[in-house]
Nanobody, 121 residues
Framework: VQLQASGGGWVQTGGSLRLSCEVS????????MGWFRQAPGKEREFVSA???????NYVDSVKGRFTISRDNAKNTVYLQMNSLKPEDTAVYYC????????????????WGKGTLVTVSS
């Protein structure tokens, strides 16, 4: 499974970005898809996940601001990020997992290269 994330960039506080992650190599609908992030000097953290049929979960710090979605026809998962804050600055990674829906994930089976999101104050 190959994952290619895009959409990162620089934005001011309160702005929005939409990350995309295109998946190739396996049947997309069989996977839970997730987004993680790693800020400078910090450990990687779970941000959000979505099951093949639309169950979603979010870390508390992004609830109400971020929305995860997927287009199974396009083999793509998205992360719409609104009301961005400086503490959202991080490298964002998309990932895929072949296990049953768990809600919260510390790790997934497949990872893409990250995309940098920088939020200025």
């Amino acid at each position: 499974v190959q994952l290619q994330a895009s959409g990162g960039g620089w934005v001011q506080t309160g702005g929005s970005l939409r990350l995309s992650c295109e998946v190739s190599g396996r049947t997309f609908t069989g996977y839970v898809m997730g987004w993680f992030r790693q800020a400078p000097g910090k450990e990687r953290e779970f941000v959000s996940a979505i099951s093949w049929n639309g169950y979603t979960n979010y870390v508390d710090s992004v609830k109400g601001r971020f929305t995860i979605s997927r287009d199974n026809a396009k083999n793509t998962v998205y992360l719409q990020m609104n009301s961005l804050k400086p503490e959202d600055t991080a490298v964002y990674y998309c990932a895929a997992d072949g296990s049953r829906w768990q809600g919260v994930y510390n790790h997934m089976d497949y990872w893409g290269k990250g995309t940098l999101v920088t939020v200025s104050s």
